[in-house]
């Protein structure tokens, strides 16, 4: 019995620090990875051209653009996604634990009534040993729907998925895990740096 097809949707920009981590987790469970490279400058795009050549089993698409902002750039790696059932929105510093993905499969194959959207929880890392954990938990985000329903993001910034039902008919799946790596909490001046470019994007 074939498994539901999954499609991976990514932007990225400067991950060649985790970028690998998050394929390693995801190669062998879809069978298409979307990615877009906003504009690395420390050695990705190389990188993650590397590791294409080393996984050729997985249906890859790679390509580059100027970034606008968050929607706009998500909803590129959405239109790339064309050969799943399913897509999946993970980026370059999150992972899904390998026993995640079984009860997930079940979720998206085996329900009668499938969802249209899944919330799956995430948890905030700042270290690769999972001891040290901030934020709140569960702290659920849709990150993924049924594929060709002209879902697409909305926002600039801290931007989230609108149209074709997608919080109509949305599950809540604490079956799979999303864990997520965010090491600029460590740094004072990236957070502030961060923190800052979303408030010029939001309003310019």
Same mark, same amino acid.
């Given at each position: ?48 051209s590397?590791?294409?050549k ?31 059932d ?9 992972t ?25 929880? +995430?948890?905030?890392?700042? /270290?690769?040993?999972?001891?040290? %954990?901030?934020?709140? &938990?569960? @702290? ?27 919080w ?14 965010? +090491?600029?909490?460590?740094? /004072?001046?990236?957070?502030?740096? %961060?923190?800052?470019? &979303?408030? @010029?994007?939001?309003?310019?």
């Amino acid at each position: 019995m074939a498994l539901p097809s999954i499609a991976a949707c990514m932007i990225i920009k400067n991950e060649k620090h985790c970028i690998t981590r998050c394929f390693d987790s995801i190669v062998g469970h879809v069978s298409q990875i979307c990615v877009v490279d906003t504009g690395s400058v420390d050695g990705t795009q190389k990188l993650v051209s590397q590791y294409i050549k080393g996984h050729i089993h997985t249906s890859w698409q790679f390509r580059t653009e100027p970034f606008s902002d968050f929607s706009t750039m998500r909803n590129i790696t959405l239109e790339m996604a064309n050969k799943a059932d399913w897509v999946l929105i993970i980026d370059a510093d999150e992972t899904i634990l390998p026993d995640s993905w079984t009860r997930l499969n079940r979720l998206l194959f085996d329900h009668k009534d499938p969802p249209i959207s899944i919330a799956l929880p +995430r948890h905030q890392w700042i /270290d690769l040993d999972m001891t040290r %954990k901030t934020g709140p &938990y569960p @702290d659920y985000h849709i990150r993924i729907w049924q594929n060709h329903r002209g879902i697409r993001y909305q926002g600039k910034v801290h931007e989230q998925p609108r149209g074709g039902g997608v919080w109509n008919k949305l599950t809540y799946f604490d079956g799979a895990h999303i864990e997520h790596f965010n +090491r600029v909490y460590l740094d /004072d001046v990236a957070w502030k740096q %961060k923190k800052q470019f &979303y408030r @010029d994007l939001a309003h310019g």
